[in-house]
């Protein structure tokens, strides 16, 4: 598993002189940390997660997200259980993405397991932009997904503004 700090200041949650340097000069954050230590003790018990990389760490309104490298969430996904476990040990809401993917990606890795219809760009008279996602079928009671903690997450994470319309009103 790769992660921000040292895999030997994870496991014993102090941190070495050159992690600290980091923490101290912003080239890492606090939720870093805590999300490595977390994540590696986690995959202690959970070898699946053995070739994840943990590239940052967010706090979003009381949430977490966890940035992955590409492909990382295939294995995560192979287990359902999986999530719930890692929001067990987190103690909130984990939400998960792969750093390196197209703002697309990002969205559906974000409403799975919603399908998007389109993702577009949009212009304001004002020059600013505007990513506008469009779902397939219409919002039910149940709908799964928390859609202004993801438009949070977004905006955090990758500085996008997102609007989330539905196919069928
Ligand atoms: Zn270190």
Excluded at 76 to 102: A, H, M, N, Q, Y
């Amino acid at each position: 598993m790769r992660i921000p700090i040292c895999a030997f200041d994870a496991k014993t949650g102090i941190l070495c002189a050159k992690c600290e340097g980091k923490l101290r000069s912003g080239h890492i954050s606090k939720s870093d940390v805590d999300a490595s230590t977390r994540l590696v003790n986690f995959a202690n018990k959970h070898p699946q997660l053995d070739g994840v990389s943990l590239h940052r760490a967010y706090d979003v309104n009381g949430s977490t997200v966890l940035v992955l490298g590409s492909t990382d969430l295939i294995s995560i996904r192979r287990e359902p259980l999986l999530k719930t476990k890692l929001e067990e040990v987190f103690g909130k809401k984990v939400w998960l993405l792969e750093g390196d993917s197209s703002d697309r990606k990002i969205l559906e890795d974000l409403l799975f397991p919603v399908k998007i219809l389109t993702v577009n760009q949009v212009w304001l008279p004002d020059g600013s932009r505007l990513t506008k996602a469009i779902i397939s079928g219409r919002k039910t009671e149940r709908f799964p997904v928390d859609l202004d903690e993801v438009k949070s997450v977004v905006k955090r994470v990758k500085g996008i503004d997102l609007l989330v319309e539905f196919e069928r009103a």
